[in-house]
């Protein structure tokens, strides 16, 4: 009962950071491809609105172009909402029911090409609030765990991103890209980090897989836009107090 009061009080105090999140109940009950395809018909759209033209400026420029901050905001929320979910459930099982849950959206989204929305969620997955719950985990079937492993393969950050380029080779198809990846190839691509050829040759693979990308087409998705409005970015999000406040509760969660 004090643990119960001392957990109000400090919320109380330090309020949680503004983030939707669903009930486990719910969370569960609507399929994995429904969320998956809410986040890739959202994706998309936004996708496309980003002009090949704003990523030519410098790094800063770039990543404060409006399409682009909006982009990229949908990675850190589904990241956010992702880790908030879990971590809103007091009781360990259903805490592994609702991570098993997001590994599938995360396989869906894979299907489906969206590697924007997959790697926002297996980011989360990784992340240090998540990742120290061994309870939880433990919890989660075998199964699912190896799809996890298997997913995290497909996209890992070694060898500079190699296999998630194969991927997102565009004689593979068009598909929604990690954002994070496009913008490393920019950055990357200036005369601080590259020889001014490099820099070129860069540029030119990243910039003419663009259009590619942006021809991806999902008008065979239904809209569902209760759906759309629970993954819908929060406005007032603020990920360094949202961070700590995580790790704080995962840590009383368990200890």
């Not at 770039?62 to 990241?79: D, K, V």
């Amino acid at each position: 009962m004090a643990q119960k009061a001392w957990y109000w009080l400090k919320r109380k105090l330090r309020p949680v950071p503004h983030v939707k999140v669903p009930t486990a109940a719910f969370f569960t009950d609507v399929k994995a491809e429904v969320y998956a395809e809410q986040l890739t018909l959202a994706d998309a759209a936004s996708f496309k609105r980003i002009d090949v033209s704003e990523l030519i400026r410098s790094p800063f420029e770039a990543e404060q172009s409006p399409n682009t901050m909006q982009y990229t905001g949908r990675f850190h929320h589904l990241s956010d909402w992702t880790v908030r979910t879990i971590l809103a459930q007091s009781c360990p099982k259903r805490r592994a029911s609702i991570v098993s849950h997001f590994i599938r959206i995360a396989e869906v989204l894979h299907q489906l090409r969206n590697f924007h929305s997959e790697f926002a969620i297996l980011s989360a997955l990784c992340s240090a609030p998540v990742e120290r719950l061994k309870v939880t985990w433990s919890r989660v079937p075998k199964s699912r765990r190896r799809t996890l492993n298997t997913l995290c393969e497909l996209l890992s950050w070694q060898d500079n991103f190699n296999n998630l380029l194969e991927h997102m080779d565009p004689k593979r198809g068009p598909c929604i890209p990690y954002i994070g990846f496009f913008l490393k190839d920019v950055y990357a691509a200036h005369p601080t980090h590259e020889t001014l050829l490099l820099m070129l040759s860069m540029m030119e693979k990243v910039l003419s897989s663009m259009p590619t990308h942006q021809t991806v087409n999902f008008n065979h998705l239904r809209v569902w836009p209760n759906m759309q409005h629970l993954l819908e970015p929060c406005p007032e999000r603020d990920s360094k107090g949202l961070g700590s406040f995580n790790f704080m509760v995962s840590k009383e969660l368990e200890p």
